[in-house]
């Protein structure tokens, strides 16, 4: 398929590779020049990348981008044309998603919400799980694409479901990890060696695929970023403003989003998220201790 692919970050750069790797005629753009896809045509503007484009798959860091690369200048709204599908992996606002998409709709173009999970490896070696909202028919026009960048797809519903399931998804991993790590903290100032726990953790019902996943970088204490804490602290921010809409309370997350606020305070935005547990230790006048530490 033609697909143009804006937005080469962590995620967008893997993404965009699979695409080209799997025999698709891909045009890539990215906001700061300089960044290429081997085997991509590269375009100056959203707008001259998606012209001609079957497909516009847009991976932006938040909201303000994906409206900028659809709607600002030298955007992709001029070029629209009947029969289009506009896919977007970013992780952004449920709402706006559905206004980007009724205002697309009035082009004849088709808008599939499609956030993932499964981090830098997951897009690297083409192994992603997409979360998607919108039509049918149009979910399976793009099952190629899928295909070339993930092991999976869930269809949650229309338009605007799939980022409303991310932002469900991500406020338990922010909460399973918070969890986590204020019970290394705690069990540390008292004294229990926290390798011991986690292997406890391991083989009991308290275990899951955070904590399996994020021990190991704890416990060597290594906060280089899988997911930076800056978008992590974004979809925090993301799931409160919807919570808000929907008139929900959420106050577990609300309390987890202060130290965010805390640990960005602290200059841990571009480290992990598992750079929160710092705080904890921080406050506890504690260091949790692995293998190597
Ligand atoms: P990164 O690695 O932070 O990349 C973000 C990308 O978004 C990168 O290409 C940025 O371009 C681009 N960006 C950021 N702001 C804008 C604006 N205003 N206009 C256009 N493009 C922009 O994030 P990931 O790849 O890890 O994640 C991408 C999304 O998937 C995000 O929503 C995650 O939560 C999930 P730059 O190179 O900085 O010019």
């Known amino acids: 398929m033609r697909v143009a692919f804006l937005g080469l970050g962590i995620m967008g750069q893997a993404m965009a590779t699979n695409l080209v790797k799997a025999g698709h005629e891909v045009t890539v753009w990215n906001r700061t020049p ?7 045509g590269i375009a100056p503007t959203p707008g001259a990348g998606a012209q001609g484009a079957e497909v516009v798959w847009m991976c932006v860091s938040d909201t303000a981008a994906v409206e900028r690369v659809l709607f600002g200048p030298e955007g992709v709204e001029p070029v629209l044309a009947e029969g289009m599908i506009i896919a977007d992996s970013s992780t952004i606002s449920p709402s706006a998603t559905v206004k980007f998409a009724e205002r697309v709709r009035a082009r004849g173009v088709a808008y599939v919400d499609a956030p993932m999970t499964g981090s830098k490896i997951g897009a690297a070696n083409g192994s992603l799980i997409f979360m998607v909202g919108g039509e049918e028919a149009n979910i399976d026009r793009l099952s190629p694409l899928f295909a070339a ?11 605007g479901k799939g ?8 406020l338990q991993i922010a909460l399973i990890f918070e969890g986590f790590a ?12 926290p390798k011991q726990l986690v292997s406890l953790i391991e083989a009991t019902m308290v275990r899951s695929g955070v904590v399996e996943y994020k021990a190991p970088f704890v416990l060597h204490r290594d906060f280089t970023p899988n997911f930076p804490l800056r978008l992590m602290h974004k979809d925090i921010l993301l799931t409160l403003e919807a919570a808000k809409e929907a008139r929900v309370k959420l106050p577990a997350l609300e309390t987890v989003e202060e130290i965010y606020e805390l640990a960005t ?14 705080l904890l230790e921080k406050w506890a006048g504690v260091q949790v201790k692995g293998e190597a530490a």
């Open 149 to 159: 960048m993930g092991k999976k797809i869930f269809r949650m519903g229309e338009t």
């Open 182 to 193: 204020e019970a290394l903290t705690l069990a540390t100032k008292l004294g229990v060696d």
């Open 265 to 278: 305070e602290e200059g841990h935005r571009d480290l992990d998220y598992a750079a929160t547990l710092t």
């Open 163 to 170: 980022q409303a399931t991310k932002l469900a998804m991500n």
């Open 34 to 40: 300089g960044k290429m896809v081997e085997g991509a």
